[in-house]
């Protein structure tokens, strides 16, 4: 089966300071993977999306992931947090192509 | 562009009633898929919906069912509530079933069972 586990389910981080955010996966098949984040009452968006080709995945503002197959691995990474990236992050496998599988989500605290 | 709309925002029922969510597609979107965020967790995948068919089904009790219109819009119905019920739930839709295909998910409706 198809499946991702986050480390960690808390992660603070300073404004200015790098983020990282880890995610790793289990798949028999070569995944499709995805980072999600949560707002508070809001709804999933989409931060970005790796199907295949280049390893190194930007998405919007600002955050980036990197597929590593010889580490199961795709961590989601921004240089310098900024306040408005408090929120909860979710990471994403596809379940044979028709439904995400996700993890149980990291809450991401930005502090001054 | 509306983008993905889910009424009620919030709902609060009763053990043993039931109940009915809808959800409004992306403009453009065909596919509907539905899933449970239980408090702590991430979202799980109940079912999805294609040309008005339950295509694929994740592992939850026939108490949950659902209904897609010709216009593609989409029902979630869970019967005999149970309190474990209490999550918020989350539709998605996206252009044919496919995993090329991104899923926009709406805002959710937060179900609280008592």
């Known amino acids: 089966a198809q499946s991702v586990t986050q480390l960690g389910s808390h992660v603070s981080v300073s404004e200015g300071a790098l983020v990282l955010l880890r995610c790793n996966y289990s798949?028999?098949?070569?995944?499709?993977l995805f980072w999600y984040v949560q707002y508070p009452n809001q709804g999933l968006q989409l931060l970005l999306k790796?199907?295949?080709?280049?390893?190194l995945v930007k998405g919007i503002n600002g955050f980036e992931a990197e597929f590593k197959k010889s580490e199961t691995s795709f961590h989601l990474t921004k240089p310098s947090a900024h306040m408005s990236d408090a929120a909860e992050y979710f990471c994403?496998?596809?379940?044979?192509?028709?439904?995400?599988?996700f993890g149980k989500g990291t809450s991401l605290l930005v502090t001054p | 562009d509306a983008g993905v709309t889910q009424s009620p925002t919030h709902l609060i029922k009763t053990r043993g009633q039931q109940v009915t969510l809808r959800c409004s597609p992306k403009?453009?979107?065909?596919?509907v898929s539905w899933y449970q965020q239980a408090l702590g967790q991430g979202p799980q995948f109940i079912f999805q919906?294609?040309?008005?068919?339950?295509?694929q089904r994740g592992n939850f009790p026939d108490r949950f069912s659902g209904h897609q219109f010709p216009n593609y819009s989409s029902e979630l119905n869970v019967n005999a509530l149970l309190l474990g019920d209490s999550a918020l739930y989350l539709c998605?839709?996206?252009?044919?079933?496919?995993?090329?295909?991104?899923?926009?998910f709406g805002p959710g409706t937060r179900l609280t069972v008592l």
């Open positions: 998605a839709s996206s252009l044919a079933p496919s995993s090329y295909n991104e899923q926009f």
């Open positions: 798949s028999s098949v070569p995944p499709y």
């Open positions: 790796y199907t295949t080709g280049a390893t």
């Open positions: 994403a496998v596809w379940i044979s192509g028709y439904a995400l599988n």
């Open positions: 403009s453009g979107h065909d596919t």
């Open positions: 919906y294609y040309e008005e068919e339950e295509r």
